[in-house]
């Protein structure tokens, strides 16, 4: 589950990534039955691509948004990005 919501918050992929990394560590060592190691790496495999996707997105913002983020300016260009239509 929290690697479906890392999508949108990346705090839920990173504490996918830790927890799935964790039990797998476990599973190796005999400590955790791995009966769930399928669904443990399923879990890693979309947080990883959650996180991935959530940088994409945060990346395309920053730099080919309207530009409000690099510029400081509105979408109209004006100085003031709160009277922006």
Do not use: E, K, Q
Not at 56 to 81: E, F, K, P, R
Request: aromatic content about 6%.
């Amino acid at each position: 589950m929290c690697g479906i919501l890392g999508i949108g918050c990346p705090v839920f992929g990173i504490v996918a990534l830790i927890l799935a990394n964790n039990d797998l560590a476990g599973m190796a060592g005999g400590s955790v039955d791995p009966a769930g190691a399928g669904m443990t790496r399923l879990g890693r495999t979309i947080a990883s691509i959650g996180l991935f996707l959530f940088a994409v997105g945060l990346l395309y913002a920053l730099l080919w948004g309207d530009g409000s983020l690099m510029t400081g300016t509105g979408v109209d260009g004006t100085n003031d990005a709160a009277t922006s239509p």
